[in-house]
Every structure is written in C-alpha cells, then in structure tokens.
C-alpha cells in the first residue's frame, strides 16, 4: 500500500466513534486546496481536477464517512449531525463530478433518460448505498429532526446559480455561525438578489422550498419574514422593507444557472 494513502487511511481510522464529532479534517482541507473565493465569499469555483488528483484523499473520507453507525450518529449532537449530513453531501457531489470529467458542462450532463444524477444511489452511508436526494430530502429536510432552512445556502449541487461551495468543511461547534455566514453572504450578492421595477428578485431557491421557509424557525413563516431577517444584505431601502413587510413587494425568482461551478 502506497505510504501516502496509508497515512490518509490512518487519519481516517477511528473517526466515527460514538458520542463525538466526526473529524472532517481530509474534506477540510480538500476544500482549502481546491475551492477558490471570489468576491469575498459571495461566489467560489471548484478546481475539479484538482480534488481529481487528490482523489485517493476524497474517497477516503468517504470511506470513513461510510463506517458510521447510525447508532454512532445518533449519538452526536443535531448540530454534528447535521454537519455530517451536509459535508457528506457536498463531498461525494464533488467526487461524483470530478470522476465524470472531462466532458460535461453541468451535473445534469450525469443524469439518464429516466434517472437524475440526485437520484442514483452513489453515496454508502449505513450499511447501504443512499442518493444524492435521500440525503438532503429524507434525512435533512424531511426527517423532522433539523428544520433548518439555512442549509440552502451550505448543500451545494455543483452549479453556479447554487449558494458557493464553502471553502471549509461544517463542523458542529460552529454550524449555526457557518450557516449564518453563508446565508448573508449569498444575500448580499447583487448578481442574485436585487430590486427592479418595484420587485424583489431572489434566488428559485425560495421558490422550490418555499415550505422550509414557513416552518416557524426562529419565528420566521414567510419568504418574507425569512428576508426581513436580512434586509441589511438585501440592501433594501426603508420603503421597500416596509413594502416586502406589508407583503406589498412582489417577490419574483431569478433565473437559475445549471452551469458547472468550475474553476475558469
């Protein structure tokens, strides 16, 4: 065995023990090396071939990813958990992408006739082989056990129009702050969120899970109330806040970008 994918395999070894936080140190810096920031984290770009060089690092936290328990996972905190659930995610989108080039301009390119690439079942997670939507629909959004909207700015599905890939892996201890930064960031975008003709133009993110958005979260049971957490990033004047608050500012959802979020 080559001694640099036996020290990758020995950092692995043992990170799924019950009651702690998974080490997500190899996708972490797997994400250091290989995403680039732009505009101050308002965008990033993935170096596919990159994290395609360093394949033996992504597949190994794959592979220690696939050694948890679900009793071991249900040992940890909601907040690790959920780390877990959106690292996961996010790292075998990349894998799956990074395997499949050159040749493809959007993930969409991976899917079939009859099957997306969300759909198939690539990633092992408890004993058995899980889609890319299992993951995000079944265990994070409809499990019950999160309710937590801000994870549509953190579960990134490889396209530009998606919130960026952050350049760091999630963690527990700091998920909420993570989130948080994630969510102001890509609302302070003006490419993606912005005033026109008396509408607000947001992201289709809101509108293909408007329901998250609706689920009291820290009070919040509107698109609407979700943005006035945030019309500071929104750059909304005072009379457009009191418009969206009033419901009097139409909401309109800006066209979405399937293209890779490659490196250019």
Not at 148 to 164: D, K, L, S
Request: hydrophobic share 40%; glycine share 6%; net charge negative.
């Amino acid at each position: 065995m080559p001694v640099r994918l036996l020290l990758i395999l020995c950092l692995c070894a043992g990170s799924a023990k019950a009651g702690e936080e998974f080490d997500h140190t190899l996708w972490n810096q797997l994400l250091q090396a290989h995403v680039k920031v732009l505009a101050g984290g308002q965008a990033t770009q993935v170096d596919y071939r990159g994290m395609q060089e360093d394949k033996a690092e992504l597949r190994a936290y794959l592979a220690a990813a696939a050694t948890v328990s679900e009793s071991d996972f249900e040992s940890w905190s909601k907040d690790a958990q959920l780390a877990f659930l959106i690292n996961l995610y996010n790292a075998a989108t990349v894998d799956l992408v990074a395997h499949n080039l050159p040749g493809i301009d959007s993930i969409r390119d991976l899917g079939t006739l009859f099957r997306s690439p969300w759909k198939q079942p690539i990633v092992s997670l408890f004993g058995g082989q899980v889609s890319l939507d299992e993951i995000e629909h079944d265990l994070i959004r409809d499990s019950g056990n999160f309710r937590e909207p801000r994870i549509h700015f953190a579960v990134n599905c490889a396209a530009i129009g998606c919130p960026p890939l952050r350049a760091e892996a999630y963690i527990g201890a700091r998920l909420s702050a993570q989130l948080e930064d994630n969510t102001r960031l890509f609302l302070s975008d003006r490419s993606r969120n912005y005033t026109r003709d008396g509408r607000l133009y947001v992201s289709r993110i809101f509108d293909w899970y408007a329901i998250d958005f609706k689920q009291s979260w820290q009070g919040v049971d509107s698109i609407a109330d979700f943005l006035l957490r945030y019309v500071d990033v929104l750059g909304l004047n005072p009379r457009e806040q009191q418009a969206l608050k009033d419901g009097d500012l139409p909401l309109r959802y800006d066209r979405y970008d399937w293209g890779l979020n490659s490196v250019r």
